[in-house]
C-alpha cells in the first residue's frame, strides 16, 4: 500500500519516521541523510526501528549510528532510547528512538 501525502516540516513540531521491518542497509542511509537534513532545522526527530525478531530494531539502530558518524555533525548527535516491544499475535518487534543534535 502507498500512501502519498505533503506537508511542510513548519506544520510539525517533531518529526518522526519509520524503518520498515523488511527494508535493506540502503533505506538506512536515505534515512541517515534525511535525518541529519531535518536537524538542520528541528531540534529532534523521532525514529521507530522495527523488524521481524526481537534484536532486529536495536541492530538497525546501531548501523544507522554508524551510518551518521560519519558525517561532520553525526557523532555530536544524542539518542534516546523509548518504548519498545513486541506487536501482539506478531513477530514483529519496534524500538522507539529520539534523535537530537547535540550540544
Given at each position: 500500500?502507498?500512501l502519498d501525502f505533503?506537508?511542510d516540516l513548519d ?66 548527535l544524542n539518542y ?24
Amino acid at each position: 500500500m502507498r500512501l502519498d501525502f505533503r506537508f511542510d516540516l513548519d506544520e510539525i513540531s517533531v518529526p518522526r519516521f519509520s524503518v520498515e521491518a523488511v527494508e535493506g542497509i540502503g533505506k538506512l542511509f536515505t534515512l541517515a541523510t534525511l535525518v541529519l537534513n531535518v536537524l538542520e532545522v528541528k531540534p529532534r526527530v523521532e525514529i521507530v526501528f522495527h523488524g521481524l525478531n526481537s534484536e532486529d530494531p536495536e541492530a538497525k539502530i546501531e548501523a544507522f549510528k554508524e551510518i551518521v558518524t560519519g558525517s561532520e555533525t553525526g557523532s555530536a548527535l544524542n539518542y534516546e532510547i523509548g518504548r519498545g516491544g513486541q506487536i501482539p499475535g506478531s513477530l514483529t518487534s519496534f524500538l522507539w528512538v529520539t534523535v537530537s543534535a547535540g550540544s
